[in-house]
């Protein structure tokens, strides 16, 4: 529900193709769910809220999203300990010292003005704040990055962001936003976040990418790697999400492996190859040791067999 | 003295307000926490809406006296009895109200649908402890403190279906110590350590201008916890009194995971924060399939730590592992599973409830490869094992166990040997070990 006396931006998209067109001449390739998810928020005016594993390019679409329509992007990052003097607001202690020094002096049989102490000048804006201000490029987008790594209590703290676009400072009253920025809010799920909070966004499953829209990626990503190369690294990654991993690799470890290729001059998968640059694709040292070796050397094999086959198959 | 109170309530009466004030006691004696607002609220409620029709009736004492989901199916039985069931108003009214019993109830009285409520009757009322000495339940004579007593030290799979029940009431109000860890947060504190720069100016500003500094410290908050529970067919004994325990757990805090494995795994940690614990095992009965099966220990954990482990063991989370650990067709792959669920937690508890004799020794190659993947191994199969459990839990982490370090050496040393073990010598280690349970 758009609140009153809140100015309704100019809808950013006006259908879903549109959102998938302009992301992706951005270079960014937006599955469907995702697209309709984004196209609800913006039209909806509400947050949305994005989990998934590490590396499926969850804060890339914030970055997108603020390229293409030309928005600040305001970010900020979540971690353990985080409160609202690093996220929301903090006041500027030592000029309220100086101001309360300075008053001193200049009337010294007078009380000093104290009630003054708190004034809006003396406020110091961190991200929370800074996206509910009016800004001459529209409203920004706000990027509420791996919300998972913050307390609940910082949780609890966005709920009246979230759902009335303001944020109250005991000292000062009320700040509400002119504008609600777009809000994205990303979570690797390293725990539950509260259904109060998911209630109050779209919610999107980012997942790992089919194998026609990852090599349309790398496409994208890594053009100095020919087409051969990128479908062999596309169709290994691919069949190494099957696996059971302790940790599947994600679309950024994909485009990290095939820009590495290309700078060891690799032109197509051989064994040693993907063996020496297995920790590209793999972080955890179980997982490594599972793969390398002969286990490679069979994905890889049935990855070429493949492959010729669908060659075979379309000449 | 009372008088007659109506058994129906199709016509209004004068005497709405008192069984609307017999109601609300009946409801507090069953738990539910609700004041004296609630109460007027309620009678205001019931005379607005009229008591004409029974379901509006229901409806306005719901929106008065409900103030979470949980105490639902709770209340809608209570309602049931109270309001419709005229024999038992006369004798809950006998039972909440102190006066001299009225002779002549008969134990044919309680309905069926009644044992729940029996049951949660005859949990001390935690709300007035006057009312506890007044209350007299005549349907429920066992319990008692010599009881209780000899109740704490019998293993749970010898007890009878009565005394099960009395432990599930014994382990619903166990008051566990959970580890904690320092938060990175603070709170005002004139003993801490940290400069509170805002609270300070906020001092000075009424204080006009005097800036007296004020101090913060860090606070502490409980380390999540998850359980993994064993519900295969050598468990059966123990799986529903530890669903009793889960349960138990998961009100006392605030941030518990907990999976049941067999043949599968499943996660009942919505299912568990029902406030009700009969509700809470009910909807975990419906949930698992796999009861009283077969156990795939390695199958299991290797899920978890796939699925699950890195969803619920941020933050330092304390892990209990549930189970006897005989798993007939161990893999190899049990131990890479175990370590790495070790690895992603800060104490890995194994509660067995085999360990309850002393000659208790790590035989079968699945226990012995478990052992060596945990920091505690400690015995669960009675009220005593549990409460000692419960009050340690805080300090676990600081603390060494030599007879497991003892048992874990060993059981590297048959590691290494154990390829030289025929696989009919493994067997009947397990068989020895599956008789001693017997």
Known sequence: ?315 | MIETVPTRISHPTPKLDQNIMLFVRLLRAIGLKLGSASMLEAIDAAKTVGVADKDFLYHALVSCLIKRREDKPLFDQAFYLFWQNPKFHERIRDLILPRIKAAGHQQEDVEPMLRRLSDALADPPDDPPNMAEDVEIDFDTEGTAADTDRLQHKDFEMMSAAEIRHAEQAIANLQPKLPRRSARRSKLSSRGQLIAMRAALQHAERQGGMVIPKFRSVITKPRPLVILCDISGSMEHYSRIMLHFIHALTRNHPQVSSFLFGTRLTNISRQMRHRDVDEAVQSVSHLVDDWSGGTRISASLETFNHRWSRRVMGQGAITLLITDGLDRNPDDALGIHMERLHKSTATLLWLNPLLRFDGFAPKSHSVRTMIQHVDHFLPIHSLQAMTDLTASLAKMQTQRDAKLAEWQAAARRASLAADLVPAYAQESAYAQEKGHTA
């Not at chain 1, 300075?102 to 708190?118: H, I, V």
């Not at chain 1, 990290?256 to 032109?267: G, I, K, P, R, T």
């Open chain 1, 1 to 315: 529900m758009l609140k009153k006396g809140f100015v309704k931006p100019m809808s950013a998209f006006d259908t879903v193709e549109a959102v998938q067109q302009e992301l992706g001449s951005a270079g960014y390739i937006a599955s469907d769910g995702l697209a309709v998810s984004l196209f609800l928020a913006l039209a909806k005016q509400r947050a949305l809220f994005l989990e998934g594993e590490a590396g499926v390019g969850k804060t890339e679409i914030a970055k997108m999203l603020a390229r293409v329509l030309d928005r600040d992007l305001i970010r900020l990052q979540c971690y353990e300990g985080l409160d609202i003097n690093q996220a929301a607001y903090e006041w500027n202690y030592a000029r309220q010292l100086v101001d309360i020094q300075a008053q001193r002096q200049s009337a010294t049989n007078e009380k000093p003005d104290a009630d003054n102490l708190f004034r809006e000048d003396f406020l110091i804006e961190r991200p929370l704040l800074r996206a509910l201000r009016a800004n001459p490029r529209g409203a920004p987008i706000l990027l509420i990055d791996e919300i998972d790594r913050a307390d609940e209590a910082f949780e609890a703290y966005l709920l009246e962001l979230l759902s009335d676009w303001q944020i109250s400072i005991p000292e000062l009253g009320t700040i509400a936003a002119a504008t609600p920025p777009i809000v994205i809010i990303t979570s690797n799920r390293t725990r539950e976040i509260h259904d109060a909070l998911k209630r109050r966004c779209f919610y999107h499953w980012v997942d790992y990418p089919s194998r026609e829209v990852e090599r349309e990626i790398l496409a994208l990503k890594a053009p100095e790697a020919g087409a051969v190369l990128q479908a062999q690294v596309v169709d290994f990654v691919q069949t190494l999400r099957g696996q059971q991993l302790f940790k599947s690799p994600g679309v950024a470890e994909t485009i990290d492996w095939a820009q590495a290729l290309v700078e060891l001059n690799c032109v197509a998968l051989d064994p040693q190859t993907v063996d020496s640059t297995m920790g590209v694709l793999l972080k955890y040292q179980d997982d490594i040791s599972r793969i390398q070796g002969s286990e490679a050397a069979r994905i890889l094999s049935e990855v070429q067999a493949a492959l010729v086959q669908g060659e075979l198959s379309r000449a």
